[in-house]
């Protein structure tokens, strides 16, 4: 928004840093500032500024750059500027772990937007130096027009950024289609230059839309369109369908659990773990998160568990208070909203037998590790790959078969289907859309549908009618 409410204060000196002389102003309600290594630098940028204002010209809020200067700086832009622009745009309001994926899609489309490859930093040292510097906002020095860090990179990071900055093609060539195409092929590519999975170049390409979308809304294009759509580009082709052969049976899933509880107190622990993931097809993340606040569990009968929140581990270096966990709504749900699950009574009499055993956390979780924290998926991971090795057979366990614990909610979700329970109310209780459910359990429903067909075909049968 341009307005005419500016304030341009004096130069500030910060000794300890590198570059001591600070240059801040106000631009309607959003501050703004700019580091120099000499004083006659930030001088000169305050009486450019001062200038500007004199002449009248309105100041852009989100920028903090006079009118004139924003036009010229719209025409020279580059991409990298730009991506980084999205990512402090984005930052505050992502979680940790889209911040983490913003940061390896640009990281990867990036070095593909160059004017030249003259010079050009090992792959690998550029690719760090995207990913753990430029495109993480917590290594920054409040706003990104400070152009500062919190700490000095080291020197072939350094020089990487440097290189990058000097030779990234200016975004308004993104209206080029063969530019575009070179994105595509760099995010269709891991860092070994062999084919990426087919989600991960499915993510990047959805994250390269949104920055190419703030383009347009930033009007660095002459035609208002995102240059995606004029491009004929397959992406590689996903397996969103649960295969039949991963799904375990109640009996199987039964055999599984016995197989963790077997293992010692440990196992014990996390066998209630992997029933709230079949039995009330909670994601681990969800399960990993359960309070005792959130279960009602009646001495006879159904009980319920009121989901709220997962936990999802991103790092570190990417949530705003430095723990390598951060708290998540549930999946493509409103920040606040919640899940009410059915549960079985005899799993009800398990999640009592679990909590008086083993009690909770002090923040009322169910599950943790063996000092209270966060359960972890390599822990869990190898409990549940040791528990298949005992209780399968040597086929089963070469097999699909329950491979990873995430299995388990498939397994509930079928098991749910071919009950006969309603489509709607399997997907409400699994916290999908119906949309999501006929494409991802597609084969699954096909089989109850084949029950279906031979229960109508009894039926019939019984009426006398014509086979």
Not at 3 to 24: F, M
Not at 139 to 150: C, N, Q, V
Not at 244 to 259: D, F
Request: positive net charge; charged residues 30%; proline residues 6%.
């Amino acid at each position: 928004m341009l307005t005419y409410d500016v304030r341009i204060y004096g130069i500030e000196l910060r000794r300890d840093r590198p570059k001591p002389y600070r240059l801040r102003w106000l631009v309607g309600q959003r501050k703004h500032s700019k580091s120099y290594k000499l004083k006659p630098q930030a001088d000169g940028r305050r009486a450019e500024l001062m200038s500007a204002l004199r002449l009248g010209e309105q100041f852009d809020e989100e920028s903090g750059l006079p009118v004139s200067e924003l036009r010229a700086r719209k025409n020279s832009i580059t991409w990298y500027e730009h991506t980084r622009a999205f990512i402090d745009r984005k930052w505050d309001s992502a979680p940790a772990k889209s911040r983490k994926n913003f940061a390896d899609a640009l990281a990867t489309i990036t070095p593909a937007l160059v004017r030249t490859q003259a010079g050009r930093p090992d792959t690998r040292v550029l690719r760090r130096a995207l990913y753990g510097w430029a495109y993480n906002k917590n290594r920054w020095d409040g706003e990104l027009s400070a152009g500062t860090w919190k700490e000095e990179p080291p020197p072939e990071i350094e020089k990487a950024l440097s290189w990058i900055t000097k030779h990234s093609l200016p975004v308004a060539r993104l209206e080029d289609t063969e530019v575009v195409r070179l994105a595509l092929d760099a995010l269709a590519l891991k860092l070994d230059g062999t084919p990426a999975a087919a989600r991960t170049a499915q993510r990047k390409r959805a994250c390269l839309s949104d920055v190419l979308g703030l383009a347009v809304e930033k009007k660095y294009f002459t035609v208002p369109v995102n240059p995606l759509k004029a491009v004929q580009w397959v992406a590689p082709k996903s397996v969103q369908e649960v295969d039949p052969e991963s799904v375990a049976n109640p009996r199987q899933v039964r055999t599984l659990i016995s197989g963790v509880r077997e293992q010692g107190p440990r196992g014990e622990h996390l066998a209630a773990f992997f029933g709230c993931l079949y039995h009330a097809a909670m994601r681990p993340a969800e399960a990993a998160a359960l309070k005792r606040a959130q279960c009602h569990l009646p001495e006879s009968g159904w009980g319920t568990l009121t989901l709220r929140h997962g936990v999802v581990r991103a790092g570190r270096g990417w949530t705003d208070d430095g723990r390598a966990h951060e708290q998540r709504g549930l999946k493509a749900r409103a920040a606040k909203d919640s899940r009410l699950v059915p549960i079985p009574p005899h799993f009800v009499r398990t999640l009592r037998a679990h909590l008086d055993k083993f009690g909770t956390a002090p923040d009322g979780r169910l599950f943790r590790t063996s000092r209270g924290g966060v359960l972890q998926e390599t822990g869990y991971g190898e409990v549940w790959a040791r528990a298949r090795e005992k209780a399968l057979t040597d086929e089963e366990a070469a097999s699909l078969l329950a491979r990873r614990p995430y299995d388990l909610r498939h397994a509930g979700v079928s098991f749910w289907l071919s009950s006969g329970v309603d489509a709607m109310e399997v997907a409400r209780r699994a916290g999908h859309s119906i949309a999501v459910l006929h494409r991802v359990y597609a084969k699954v429903l096909a089989q109850t549908r084949e029950i279906a067909n031979r229960r109508i075909d009894a039926a019939m049968r019984e009426w006398g009618e014509p086979e």
